[in-house]
C-alpha cells in the first residue's frame, strides 16, 4: 500500500526531469551565452569549455559550432524593442560592425532554414554589403524588393538573424559591453 505513492513520486519526477532536459535540449544553445541588445551568442559552445546544455544542443542538432578561435556566431530572434521578427514587416539592421576578418548576415524562418525567394538572395558577406560613408551597413529585410542592401523574408511570420564575425580579435572575457553591434529596428508592417 506505501509503495503506490512512492512509484507515483518517482514516476512524476521522472517525467518532470526528463521534460524539462527535453526543453532545455532543444530550446536553448547553452547557459553560458552573452546578449548585446538583441543579439545573443555563445562564445564557448565550440569549445572544450562548453556547458553539457551547448554540447547536448550541438548533438542533438547537428550543428558544427564556430571555435572561438575561428569565429563568433549572434542570433536575433526580435528586435532591439523586444518585438519578435516578423517577415510581413519592413525591419532595418543598421550599424557598424565589430573588427572581423570576415563576416556574414543570414536570414532565416525560426527553424533555422533558409528562406526560398526568386532574387534567390539569402544574406550578405562583408565583401558583397554596401556600406555607408561611416563604415556601417544599412540592411532592410523586406518581404518586397527594396533598394540598397535587401533580404527577402517570404513574409514568414517568426525569423531569425544569424552574424557570424570570422577571425574577431575580441573577447568577452572584459564584458558583453566590450562589443557593439547593429541595432535592429522595426520599420513597418503590411
Not at 99 to 115: C, E, H, P
Not at 162 to 184: E, K
Request: charged share 20%.
Amino acid at each position: 500500500m506505501r509503495l503506490l505513492p512512492l512509484a507515483f513520486t518517482l514516476l512524476i519526477a521522472t517525467i518532470l526531469g526528463l521534460g524539462v532536459t527535453w526543453f532545455s535540449v532543444t530550446h536553448s544553445r547553452g547557459l553560458d551565452n552573452v546578449r548585446v541588445g538583441s543579439w545573443e551568442g555563445w562564445p564557448r559552445s565550440g569549445t572544450s569549455k562548453a556547458d553539457p546544455y551547448a554540447r547536448a544542443f550541438v548533438a542533438r542538432s547537428g550543428e558544427l559550432p564556430l571555435e572561438l578561435a575561428d569565429g563568433l556566431l549572434f542570433l536575433a530572434t526580435t528586435d532591439d524593442a523586444g518585438n519578435p521578427l516578423d517577415g510581413r514587416c519592413e525591419t532595418r539592421i543598421v550599424g557598424v560592425l565589430p573588427q572581423a576578418r570576415l563576416w556574414t548576415l543570414t536570414v532565416t524562418d525560426q527553424d533555422g532554414n533558409l528562406i526560398p525567394n526568386d532574387a534567390g538572395r539569402f544574406g550578405f558577406t562583408s565583401a558583397e554589403v554596401v556600406y555607408r560613408d561611416n563604415g556601417a551597413i544599412d540592411v532592410r529585410l523586406s518581404p518586397r524588393a527594396r533598394t540598397g542592401n535587401w533580404l527577402p523574408t517570404g513574409a514568414r511570420p517568426r525569423l531569425k538573424v544569424a552574424l557570424r564575425l570570422y577571425d574577431a580579435p575580441f573577447s568577452f572575457t572584459s564584458g558583453a559591453d566590450a562589443a557593439v553591434l547593429p541595432r535592429i529596428t522595426r520599420e513597418a508592417c503590411l
